[in-house]
């Protein structure tokens, strides 16, 4: 069997693999249970490494508060980033998230029933020890109001679920 090749955007996605864990500030229910929480990644690259392949969780008050599973890969036909999210809230998450690297961000952006969600995800060249993430939302696709941002370290993760 003959698999596609490799190209610098699954190598630029890699950068972003790796367990992380740290502190995040939730503004409003778009990004999660307002206050402060914690946020745990494992992110690897899957399928022969075309695709990163995101677990995520939010704790807080000692309690597992949001899952979800993404896959972050590229397609070649629009020159674009994707993103496949899936959360506990069950929702559908339809066709995929459309994104580009903005600097050391990459920014997906979609709409929803509420409106238009952006969601970045942010690996700092000169660090590598170091993932972002910030959500933002907007009623119009012209004001952004902040959801969440986090700042996360590498570090072991013991997943747990509820």
């Known amino acids: 069997m003959e698999t596609a090749t490799l190209r610098p955007t699954h190598a630029r996605l ?6 992380y864990a740290g ?8 990004g999660g249970t307002p206050g402060e929480t914690t946020g745990r990644f494992r992110t690897n690259m899957g399928l022969g490494g075309h695709f990163l392949v995101v677990d995520y969780q939010q704790e807080q008050f000692g309690s597992i508060t949001r899952l979800v599973h993404a896959v ?3 397609d070649e036909a629009s020159g674009r980033y994707t993103l496949h999210w899936f959360d ?3 929702d559908d998450p339809g066709a995929p998230a459309h994104g580009d ?3 050391d961000d990459l920014v997906f952006e979609r709409a929803t029933r509420q409106g238009r969600v952006r969601v970045a995800f942010g690996a700092p060249l000169g660090d590598g020890d170091t ?8 009623i119009d696709g012209s004001a952004w109001t ?15 679920t509820r």
């Open 131 to 138: 993932l972002t993430m910030r959500m933002e939302s907007s």
């Open 72 to 74: 972050l890969g590229f």
């Open 23 to 30: 502190g995040e500030s939730v503004y409003h229910e778009v």
């Open 88 to 90: 506990d809230r069950g």
């Open 146 to 160: 902040p959801a969440m941002q986090g700042s996360y370290r590498r570090a072991n993760w013991d997943r747990r």
């Open 14 to 19: 890699a950068r972003l693999a790796g367990a």
């Open 101 to 103: 690297w903005h600097g």
